[in-house]
Each structure stands twice: as structure tokens, then as C-alpha cells.
């Protein structure tokens, strides 16, 4: 698939779990309900789309996913969507990826 771009209609705090966007092209189909959902990227933040009970109104899961920080983002900020996740590209190689805090601690004892 290919990522759908639409902006937000609206300003969204962290603690958000729905958005309003200019488009739901790209977002699951008014009524269905999907699981785990379509990945969402606003500015630097992962987040899954579930669910548009209505045309441009979009129910979130998981706010911050995949080590990134849940933060508020304001009208007209660029939305992206995919049903693919492999659509948005993962970290460069060599650079600093920050782990989810439930992840447990790995160390190296011994050879």
C-alpha cells in the first residue's frame, strides 16, 4: 500500500484519542472497526487508527507506539496514514533508537 496524507482539522493534546483530520481517505472505512489498526504518524509520534465512527473523525490506540512520545499537535499539523506498516521506514542503521520502558534490561555476563 502506499501512506495517505491528509491535516488535522483540529488541535490534539497528548492525552487525545480521536482526531479530526480534512480526509479519512487512507483510514479505515467509516464503521469498520480494525485490530491492531492502521499505523498513524503525526511530527514525530506513532499512533494506530481503529476506527472512524464518522467521515473525518478517527478513534486512536496506543498514543507514543513503537518508542516514540505522545504530544499535542496543533491544527493543520501533516497526518499520515498507511494500512501497511512497512510503508514507514524504520531507524538508520547506527542511530540512537529508544526502547519502550516495559522492555527489560538486557546485559552481557561473562564471554
Do not use: C, N, W
Request: aromatic content about 6%; cysteine-free.
Amino acid at each position: 500500500m502506499a501512506i495517505t496524507q491528509t491535516t488535522l482539522s483540529a488541535d490534539m493534546t497528548a492525552k487525545d484519542l480521536s482526531i479530526t483530520v480534512a480526509s479519512g481517505s487512507g483510514f479505515p472505512a467509516v464503521g469498520a472497526i480494525l485490530s491492531p489498526g492502521y499505523p498513524v504518524r503525526i511530527g514525530k509520534e506513532f499512533m494506530f487508527a481503529y476506527e472512524q465512527p464518522v467521515a473525518g473523525v478517527i478513534l486512536l490506540r496506543g498514543r507514543g507506539s513503537d518508542g516514540t512520545a505522545a504530544q499535542a499537535h496543533d491544527l493543520l499539523s501533516k497526518v499520515e496514514v498507511s494500512s501497511d506498516p512497512a510503508d514507514f521506514a524504520g531507524p538508520v542503521i547506527g542511530s540512537s533508537v529508544t526502547l519502550p520502558p516495559y522492555l527489560p534490561v538486557q546485559e552481557t555476563i561473562g564471554e
